[in-house]
Structure formats: C-alpha cells, structure tokens
DNA sequence: AAACAATAATTGCGTTTGCAAATGACAGTC
DNA sequence: GACTGTCATTTGCAAACGCAATTATTGTTT
C-alpha cells in the first residue's frame, strides 16, 4: 500500500525545506536570505562562474538567479562583469565584502549541519551524502525515460 | 576545509529541487501542480484533516496552503466544511473526482520513484528513508537551540 | 457573564518565483 | 560581410509565496 508519507520524494523534501527554514531564520539577521547564502558559499568554493553554472551549481533557476545577483551586486556582495573576449557570458565573483561576510556565515552553517545530525553514526551520515549525491547524477540520465513517458500520455490523448 | 556541494543540507536540496521539478513536469498534463499532488496524495493517506494538520504533514506553510485547498475546492477536487461542534477549524476531505485523479497519479508516483532509485541496492534507500525520518523528527527538539543563538546574536549586536 | 486570552483559518501586501519572450553576442554559411 | 542559427543572459508578466495583521470561534478567569 502506497503511503506519501513513506516515499522518498516526500521525506527528502520535508527535511530539505526545514532545514532550510531553521538556517534562513539562524542567517536572517545577518541580513542574507537563504538562497543568497548558497550564492556566496558556491563563489566561496569556486570563483568567477558563469550565471548558468551558478544556476546549475546551487539549483536555482537561472532567471530567478539572474535577479538574486542583480541584488547582491547592489548590495555590494558580488561583482557581475560581461567578459571581453566574449561579451555574451558574465563572471560572478565575490566582494571582499561578500567574502568577509561567507566567511562569517560558514562557521554557522557548519555548525547548524553538526547540530542537525549529531544523534546519528557519521557513517551513517557520510553514507547517505554519498548516496544523495549518487542519485543526484543517476536524475539526469532518467530525464529522457520520465520526458518519454510524458510524450506518450500526450500521444494517447491529445489535450486531455 | 568546508565546500558547499558536500555539505548536508546542500546535497539533500538539489535532490529534491530535481525530483520535484522532474516530477512536475510529469504530471504537469493532468493539470495538478506537484503541491496539489502532494495534498492529495497526503488526504488521501489520512482523510478528514484540518488546516494545520494538513500544513504539518505537506511542509506547506499555512497561509499558502489556505489558498491552495481555496484553488482545489473551486476546481472539486477537496471539500473544506467548518465543522459544527468546533467552528473554528475545517475539515478538508478529498471529492470522488479528486480520489480518482491521485489513485490515477499514485501509479505514477509510485514508477518515478522506483525509476528514481533503481540503481541503489534498495537496502540503501530503506536505511536512507529511515534516516531522513529520524533526522526530521530530531530537527524539531533542536529548534529551540537555534532560535538561542539567534537570540544570543542580537543581543550582542543590537540592530546589527 | 463580561473581559481577556488562546486557537484556527483567512486575507492584505509586498516579494519571489518561473516560464516564455526578448535581447545581445558570437559562430558558421553562402 | 550580410544572413541564419545558436548560446548566455535578461526582462515582462502572471502566479505563488510568506509574513504579519485580521477575523472568527472557543476557552478561561474572576
């Protein structure tokens, strides 16, 4: 018997979005929203991307995070140049500013992730990073199977 | 040396953006958005709810949810009666046509899932799901820390 | 039983989001 | 070297979201 409650889509979801909202409210007087964080803390790790790999690093759409970006540079966190050798793509980077601040926050969201899961083996843990980022790799090679499956349905009845 | 990308709460979003917006699309030609799934799929795991309850199980914050079931009552897939010994609260109950939409849709969940999974020994995703369970219910006794260090921070830095 | 507090849901309002269309810039073709 | 296509980003717009304030009902106090 099916149970929403016992799949995995719901249970990852539901310890995503608590998490997320626990640490937006630990950061919030810092003055930097979530999505924002996860901005700095991707730079921190690797500088000067592009606005796609941006997007495809933090899983944040690309409009969506074109405007987030938009924000920060005015904020004075990250800076947005169009390169010359090709005017087409921009490199995000850092501020001292906005590194200062990460800086800041890292300590934090170390802390908050030990918090989260210090009653558990850190095997345990370890494991199901490793399998989380696994699955992670393993969605994109089933992209096409689920798109198929939506074509057909559409095939069978048009407009339904 | 901390890195975003192998960090806990990093890892378990991206999984989850993916699956969901994997999933919606999937389902995307039944005219139900992925919350309106999840809704469904949660009444009609446990019938009868209330507002809050409702709220509690979805992870969809309640003003948002409020609104939600207004959409899906307009289109007759949930009822929503205030009751008459408590006429405070509601009762939200899927409709014939509603049950038949997500006993359509659970299927589909049910293969996505499975599609999902499939190259994890499913001893893994068992230990994986049991975790992400225990972690979640291990969130709400840690909340009051969290909310003690922000306390601490402002009290340090008034304003700041 | 009047006043006050607590609970449950809804609504106002500004912000964020995501899709689709538009823009800007480069690459290949004839 | 104009023309077409592709790539990267931005913008228009309507929908979704979340917080805070509001409404409606029940519970408690004296």
Redesign the interface.
């Known amino acids: 018997m ?19 909202e ?2 937006s ?2 950061i ?2 810092y003055g930097v929203t979530l999505p924002m964080y ?1 901005v700095m ?2 730079l ?2 690797i500088g000067d991307q592009r606005l796609g790999d941006l997007a495809a ?1 933090t ?1 944040i759409e690309i409009s969506t995070l074109s405007r987030l970006i938009g924000e920060m540079k005015r904020r004075g966190l990250v800076t947005r140049t169009r390169l010359k050798d090709n005017a087409r793509t921009v490199a995000i980077n850092l501020t001292p500013k906005g590194r200062a601040l990460v800086e800041e926050l ?1 300590p ?3 802390h ?2 030990e ?3 210090r ?2 083996p850190s095997k ?2 370890l ?3 490793t ?6 790799e ?2 994109n090679s ?2 096409p ?3 198929e ?2 074509k057909a ?2 095939a069978a009845r048009p407009k ?1």
């Open positions: 099916y149970r929403l409650t016992n799949s995995f889509p719901y249970l990852l979801n539901r310890v995503g979005v608590r998490m997320g626990l640490f409210r630990r919030a007087g996860r803390a991707a921190w790790e690093m899983t890292i934090i969201a170390i908050f992730e918090v989260a899961v009653d558990f345990n843990i494991d199901l990073k399998v989380l980022a696994e699955i992670y393993s969605l089933i992209e199977e689920i798109e499956a939506n349905r559409k339904g």
